[in-house]
């Protein structure tokens, strides 16, 4: 549990406190509209931008137009959708073990993790961290695009990065049982004792994560997501959404378009702030955290 954090984040120890978080903006036009709107009219708080994808220009130009926005980098080392692709910010040159024959980034994580070399991969990672920064984003954190710099290896790349940069880095005390429904249960001891480090050095550690944003049928967006509130517990959460507007161009990228632009609808308006509410769930930014971490 993480009380002290809460308490200095301004919340009783025992709240429920959620960081609603939007995911993958810059990966398309749709995804920019969708997740603006949903940071501009709440309760989303925070996102995080995809420096490699072709519309990370226009979100760029956003965050500058409004400086308030709390948005952190979505670190990434994957392109998973065909054919839309898209490559690293260094260079396939540069980073060649990061790249399939078209110079554009594996479509899995696991393609990544058994081709990537641990050095071009820090490379890749601190260019986006710095091309956002010389867009003129004032980041407030990293995170990671389909989990993929989470694994070993390369999670100390992370986590040394967060330190350089002094941002918070998206990072959760995970269980047994969550490493094991994702094979990675053996590194049970070697998360916890990163996170531990980190914890020490004043870095925040999220209580819990819900990644389960999309996935739903059409018609199935309230209830699901409503189960996802209530299946927050007393602590810190990190509540993942992907907003994106409806479009031929969102339909065309994805099979999870209406998840889209329902978590687009929801995280964006009176429903969700509305089911936050019910579900007794506050929130919170990670801007809140950065200044902690910085103070």
Known sequence: ?????????????????????????????????????????GPATCGSVMVPCPWFEEAAAQARDDPQLDLGVHLTLNAEWEPYRWGPVAGPDAVPSLVDSRGAFFRTAAETVASAASREVEIELRAQIDRALDAGIDITHIDAHMGTVFAPGLVEIYAALAREYRVPAFLARPSAEQLGATGAS?????????????????????????????????????????????????????????????SEELQALTGDAHCRDFERAFYGGPDGAGALEQCGVATTGMRALRSLLRA
């Open 1 to 41: 549990m993480s009380e002290g954090l809460l308490e200095r984040l301004g919340f009783d120890p025992d709240q429920c406190v959620a960081v609603v978080h939007a995911d993958d903006i810059g990966m398309c036009h749709a995804a920019n509209l969708g997740a603006f709107e949903a940071l501009s009219r």
């Open 186 to 246: 053996g590194l049970l001891g070697r998360i916890l004792r990163l996170v531990d480090e980190l914890e020490a050095e004043g870095f925040p550690i999220f209580d819990g994560f819900d990644a389960s944003s999309l996935g739903f049928a059409e018609g199935a967006g309230l209830e699901h997501n409503l189960a996802r509130l209530r299946g927050l517990s007393p602590g810190l959460h990190y509540l993942i959404c992907h907003p994106a507007r409806g």
